[in-house]
Nanobody, 116 residues
Framework: QVQLVESGGDLVQPGGSLRLSCAAS????????MSWYRQVPGKERELVAG????????VYGDSVKGRFTISRDDTKSSVSLQMNTLKPEDTADYFC?????????WGQGTQVTVSS
């Protein structure tokens, strides 16, 4: 079965950096588009970044462009999110996502808190 396991969330000061990781299994990872989303309680889940299969083309949400970088390692079936220059408004639960077999799959999420 599809499994997505996020890690790396933490409490960090404004201006700091974090690297999130997502370990994937249960589907042919290298052939699928992978995404990171985030959600604040009471708000809709929003796309943070996505990376395609093959050419590893990337897209970013407007609020994180220039600060976050998504990457993938197809040999390890993992996708990462490097987050720099973090802001308090980046505080959220971050989720890894894949659309496979006609449905979305989500990990359990990892919490990022940006606060002094």
């Amino acid at each position: 079965q599809v499994q997505l396991v996020e890690s790396g969330g933490d409490l960090v000061q404004p201006g700091g950096s974090l690297r999130l990781s997502c370990a994937a299994s249960g589907f042919p990872f290298r052939s699928y588009y992978m995404s990171w989303y985030r959600q604040v309680p009471g708000k809709e889940r929003e796309l943070v970044a996505g990376i395609s299969a093959g050419r590893h083309a990337t897209v970013y949400g407007d609020s994180v462009k220039g600060r976050f970088t998504i990457s993938r390692d197809d040999t390890k079936s993992s996708v990462s999110l490097q987050m720099n220059t973090l802001k308090p408004e980046d505080t959220a639960d971050y989720f890894c996502n894949v659309f496979f077999g006609g449905r979305d799959y989500w990990g359990q999420g990892t919490q990022v808190t940006v606060s002094s």
